[in-house]
Structure formats: structure tokens, C-alpha cells
């Protein structure tokens, strides 16, 4: 990555971190932590890492993104928004009860959201059926992602859909999880202990990288890993 990648992704963090401000205190409401946490992580994403296009948002071989922990709403819209696939205006419409940006992504009003998430546990799983359908069609240059929560990954269904990604070797297929140590009721390590995640994922089939998540380098290291693995998720 050139300084000048870096400083092009840098400054688009920097308007999704706003776009998450902006978003929630117009709403007075919803989920700005978990938003921010993965600031980086929407940013890399939908500016370099996926192929997508915002004037075809359906386009029937773009690569599928599925916010697992829906209540980061914000940080998606913001993304979503600042890559252009809607006006950046209507961010501080959060919430509003005439709005199309609600607080938990719904595929059917907001142009470039794949998959309604909310229920902590199913985004998840229809990523990882959205994986299985791609390789069903022969499609295999069709990548799904999906992002959870630390929180998130207390729910069980969550490691079924991991024995499901493992057993039909979805190596088009990528679990990010967000290890911010926070969830709504306290620090993770208090509510429920998960550590240590990589190695569970490992133990559930998964080849496994861990990251500092505000790095763009190891983020751009981490998915040209992903790359290169073929025959696991």
C-alpha cells in the first residue's frame, strides 16, 4: 500500500466516523461504538476491497457484504453513503419515523444493504447460505463478507453457521469479527468470556488471521490472505 492509498482510506474513515456522529445525533438515538469501531474496517471495504457498484446496486455478480451485528447501522449507512450509493444529506435522518435509513439495515428501502439483520446471530448465517448459493451457481469469483460483533458471537447460532461454512469449504466466504471487548451490558470479558476466538475458529475450520483493525496495512495484509486460501472459509 502506497502513502497515498493510506491517506486516500485515512480520509475516508474520517467522513464515516462523521457520518456515524452526524447520523446518531440526529437520530438521538442508536449505536455509535460499535459504528466506530468498525469505521475502518466499512471503509476498506466498500473502497477497495469488494466489487460493487453503486449506480447498479443489485448488480447480480457484485460481492455480498452482511452486517451480522445490525445495530452498527450507522457506520454501514455512512460507508454506503460517502461510497456513493445514496446522499450523504440524508444521514442525520436516522430513526426517523419517515426515513428510509432505519436503525437496523433493511435491504428492501436502503440501496446497497444485502441482507435485513438485526436478530444477533442470523446475519451470520444467511452470509454464509449467500456463500453456498454462490458456489451452487459456479459463481466462485462472488465473495460474501460478514461482520459480527464480539457480543454477537455469544449466540449459538453463530458457530452453527461456522460448522456450516467449514463443512462445505466456503473459501469464498469471510468472518470478520470485531473484538472491541464492549458489549450493551459491559466489557465482553465480564457477560460472557469468548477468548480465545482464534483459536475456536481455527478449531471450528477457519483459516484464521488476527488484526489491529484501525491498521490499513495489516487490514490490506489480512484479506490478500484471504485471497490465497482455497478449500475452508
Not at 474513515?13 to 456522529?21: D, E, L, P, S
Not at 428501502?109 to 444477533?120: A, F, I, N, Q, R
Not at 452470509?127 to 458456489?135: L, T, Y
Not at 483459516?207 to 490499513?216: K, L, M, P, W
Amino acid at each position: 500500500m502506497t502513502k497515498e492509498e493510506r491517506l486516500k482510506l485515512q480520509i475516508a474513515a474520517c467522513k464515516v466516523r462523521m457520518g456515524v456522529i452526524e447520523s446518531t445525533h440526529g437520530a438521538k438515538a442508536g449505536h455509535p461504538g460499535g459504528s466506530l469501531s468498525a469505521a475502518d474496517m466499512f471503509t476498506y471495504l466498500y473502497n477497495k476491497e469488494m466489487r460493487i457498484d453503486p449506480a447498479n446496486p443489485k448488480w447480480d455478480d457484485r460481492d455480498r457484504f452482511v452486517l451480522s451485528k445490525g445495530h452498527t447501522a450507522p457506520g454501514l449507512y455512512s460507508a454506503l453513503a460517502y461510497r456513493g450509493f445514496f446522499p450523504v444529506e440524508d444521514l442525520p435522518t436516522l430513526r426517523h419515523i419517515d426515513s428510509y435509513l432505519q436503525g437496523h439495515p433493511n435491504m428492501n428501502t436502503v440501496p446497497g444493504v444485502d441482507m435485513s439483520t438485526g436478530s444477533l446471530g442470523q446475519g451470520v448465517s444467511a452470509a454464509a447460505g449467500m456463500a453456498k448459493a454462490a458456489k451452487y451457481l459456479h459463481k466462485d469469483d462472488v465473495r460474501v463478507y460478514t461482520l459480527l460483533g464480539d457480543g454477537e458471537i455469544e449466540e449459538g447460532e453463530v458457530w452453527e453457521a461456522f460448522l456450516f461454512a467449514a463443512k462445505y469449504k466456503l473459501d469464498n466466504f469471510c468472518v470478520i469479527i470485531d473484538l472491541n471487548g464492549l458489549q450493551i451490558d459491559g466489557p465482553t470479558s465480564e457477560v460472557m468470556p469468548t477468548d480465545p476466538v482464534d483459536a475456536k475458529m481455527r478449531d471450528f475450520g477457519f483459516r484464521t488471521v488476527t488484526i489491529d483493525g484501525h491498521d490499513f496495512a495489516q487490514i490490506e495484509d489480512a484479506f490478500q490472505y484471504f485471497h490465497t486460501q482455497t478449500g475452508a472459509p
